[in-house]
């Protein structure tokens, strides 16, 4: 079946503006992960939801981040007067209720000039 | 708090050598697990290998196994036979059950390189 997908692939956008990063989940997976990856790093933990909630959502670095999940399946991450330094890789995963096993998603590389 | 810890930035090794990556970690959950994650330029994290902390024997999967020392709290990943297509930057990672969050922690990743 299809893996989990993210669009766009890459986002290229000036300083203060808005976008908006989606997450297609695996069909079936009802807990989808948000992480960041900023560069020569690994992910860092952004945001969890379990259905159509965000069950934690500890890692959001500020609340310029906003993620939503209205019909528990795809996600979109919100950035609000995006800064140089939210430039990074946005992955997205996928796994069933209490599975242990993620499975990502190509990214959305996010570059702030 | 969890914490991952991967000491080798970069690591080389010959196709068809054996090469080892190096993880420790730190928590203080009794149930844990932990992995080994490939990301290839492609930019997708693809599953490696999996140790549930309360198993002793270590896990295996092909050419990849790990040697899982729970009291040093060190998880290492050996892979066998080194292909081309093994080249990628390799991450270590651990989580715990938390009523279905099982967010994970990554190391900062060791970039493995496959010399022809």
């Known amino acids: 079946g299809a893996g989990v997908s993210q669009t766009p692939s890459n986002k290229v956008t000036e300083k203060g503006k808005y976008v908006e990063l989606r997450c297609d989940p695996i069909?079936?997976?009802?807990?989808l992960y948000w992480y960041r990856q900023s560069l020569g790093q690994g992910p860092e933990f952004l945001i969890y939801?379990?259905?159509?909630?965000?069950?934690?959502d500890s890692g959001l670095p500020n609340d310029r981040f906003f993620a939503v999940r209205p019909e528990g399946s795809v996600s979109t991450l919100k950035i609000q007067r995006t800064e140089r330094g939210d430039s990074a890789v946005y992955l997205c995963?996928?796994?069933?209720?209490?599975?242990?096993?993620?499975?990502f998603g190509p990214g959305t590389r996010l570059t702030v000039t | 708090a969890q914490t991952v810890t991967q000491s080798q930035p970069e690591m080389s090794v010959q196709e068809a050598e054996t090469v080892t990556l190096s993880c420790t970690y730190d928590?203080?959950?009794?149930?844990?697990?932990l992995f080994w994650y490939k990301q290839p330029p492609s930019r997708q994290m693809i599953l490696v290998i999996r140790?549930?902390?309360?198993?002793?024997q270590n896990a295996t999967e092909n050419r990849f196994s790990v040697n899982f020392q729970k009291a040093a709290k060190s998880f290492s990943l050996k892979i066998s036979d080194s292909q081309l297509g093994d080249t990628a930057m390799y991450f270590c990672?651990?989580?715990?059950?938390?009523?279905?969050?099982?967010?994970?922690?990554f190391g900062t990743g060791t970039r493995l390189t496959i010399i022809p």
């Open positions: 995963a996928s796994s069933l209720k209490g599975g242990t096993v993620q499975y």
């Open positions: 069909s079936g997976h009802t807990a």
């Open positions: 939801f379990q259905g159509t909630g965000a069950a934690d």
């Open positions: 928590t203080s959950e009794n149930n844990y697990y």
């Open positions: 140790q549930e902390a309360y198993k002793q």
């Open positions: 990672a651990s989580t715990h059950p938390n009523f279905g969050n099982e967010k994970l922690t």
